[in-house]
């Protein structure tokens, strides 16, 4: 992996990666279903295979990181050991939080940790951190907003 410091977080392109629906989505959830945890790097490195979720699931009873390609694809390594500098701070407190954390600041690449304890996916890049909704909430927003447009619908037909 390269030290990357020019690449500059985009929020929204990160979340469309994650978003439900999406294969790197369900992976996700289903290692933190597992309770196994996971430590997931997104980088340039040569092919392996193809994403699934079923994949990702099986390679995260392993220690280590993952390693996918940028569009999150591919898996290209897993059971990884990462060594980004200790000197750089990190604010977690788990190896695998501090790791993820600390890397992602040292890359810039997009690094997902999803808790074993915590029942919790975190999203680092660069010094942008982001602790995903869980779906239900997602659902829940979003009903509420379609609910909040009908009712202001049905005032503008009356108008
Ligand atoms: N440098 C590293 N490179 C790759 N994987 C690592 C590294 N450090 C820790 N891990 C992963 O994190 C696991 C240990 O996680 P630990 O419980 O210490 O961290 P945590 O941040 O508290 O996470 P959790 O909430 O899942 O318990 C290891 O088994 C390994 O899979």
């Known amino acids: 992996m390269q030290e990357n410091t020019k690449r500059t977080p985009q929020f929204g392109d990160v979340l469309r990666l994650v978003a439900p629906g999406t294969q790197l989505r369900e992976g996700l959830e289903n290692v933190l279903r597992a309770k196994t945890g996971g430590l997931i790097v997104d980088g340039g490195f040569s092919i392996n295979c193809d994403f699934s979720p079923a994949h990702l699931y099986e390679l995260a009873k392993m220690d280590g990181a993952i390693i996918v390609s940028e569009d999150a694809k591919r898996i290209l390594y897993a059971n990884t050991q990462l060594f980004p500098p200790a000197s750089i701070h990190t604010s977690e407190t788990g190896t695998r939080h501090r790791t993820a954390?600390?890397?992602?600041?040292?890359?810039?690449?997009?690094?997902?940790?999803?808790?074993?304890?915590?029942?919790?996916?975190?999203?680092?890049?660069?010094?942008?951190?982001?602790?995903?909704?869980?779906?239900?909430?997602?659902?829940?927003?979003?009903?509420?907003?379609?609910?909040?447009?009908?009712?202001?619908?049905?005032?503008?037909?009356?108008?």
């Open 101 to 159: 954390q600390r890397t992602a600041i040292h890359t810039s690449y997009l690094v997902i940790a999803i808790s074993r304890r915590g029942n919790v996916i975190t999203l680092y890049q660069g010094n942008f951190r982001y602790v995903l909704n869980e779906i239900s909430v997602i659902l829940a927003k979003a009903n509420q907003a379609v609910s909040t447009l009908e009712k202001y619908k049905a005032v503008l037909d009356q108008a």
